[in-house]
């Protein structure tokens, strides 16, 4: 079966540095995807990876190894407004999204 | 511009009875698709239409129905709602299937 297994819920601390973790298992792979989803609204698109290595975009960085069926997500210099949940996905061999459940990510002052 | 829009925003239905969740797109994307939402489960795919004309069920089609008849408009229908199909509904587009998805802000039905 497919699978995307990703921490539930994490704490961190305002200014601080935090790596979301997801390892996947799935019948092919044309990319991974990073979203964020604030309580109430929709996932926004934060980054994607298709090669293995490390993709940087301002505070937020992502991870990919394909070998290890493995993906982080880095966020630098966490502000309060990083307050949400961060989505896992996996585009499988038929172009469809395979998702995790998401981290819910709570930041403390 | 408006990306996706979806309506209503939140419903509560009686179980049995029949409704149609709009979505619409301004972007022009190709591909649309139907995600539910459930608390401690990923979004999971309902539809999915690759192109205006077609359509192509996803995870979870059962008691669900979409047509596609022009780029624009995804509509997407509980013939019989049941308890079940209470959860929050996420319309998504993409300009064809390999690219990111982007969503709309959701419909929450809660069925009675």
Request: hydrophobic share 35%; glycine share 10%.
């Amino acid at each position: 079966g497919q699978n995307i297994d990703q921490p539930t819920e994490m704490t961190a601390t305002e200014g601080a540095i935090v790596q979301i973790n997801c390892t996947y298992q799935t019948s092919g792979f044309n990319g991974l995807f990073w979203y964020q989803q604030h309580a109430g609204e929709a996932p926004t698109f934060l980054s994607y990876n298709v090669l293995d290595g490390l993709e940087e975009k301002g505070r937020f960085s992502s991870f990919l190894s394909r070998s290890k069926g493995y993906s982080y997500l880095l966020l630098k210099e966490l502000q309060m407004k990083d307050s949400a949940s961060y989505l896992c996905a996996v585009m499988d061999s038929n172009y469809q999204l395979i998702w995790g459940a998401g981290t819910k990510l709570i930041i403390k002052p | 511009t408006a990306g996706i829009t979806q309506a209503p925003t939140s419903q509560i239905l009686a179980a049995g009875r029949s409704m149609t969740l709009r979505c619409t797109q301004d972007m022009r994307h190709n591909a649309m698709y139907w995600y539910r939402q459930d608390l401690g489960l990923g979004l999971r795919l309902i539809h999915y239409s690759n192109t205006a004309g077609t359509t192509g069920k996803g995870e979870v089609p059962d008691g669900y129905s979409v047509s596609r008849a022009n780029t624009d408009d995804f509509p997407l229908t509980l013939a019989s709602a049941v308890p079940s199909q209470t959860s929050v509904y996420f319309c998504a587009s993409s300009d064809s299937g390999p690219d990111t998805q982007y969503f709309g802000p959701g419909t929450r039905l809660t069925v009675l």
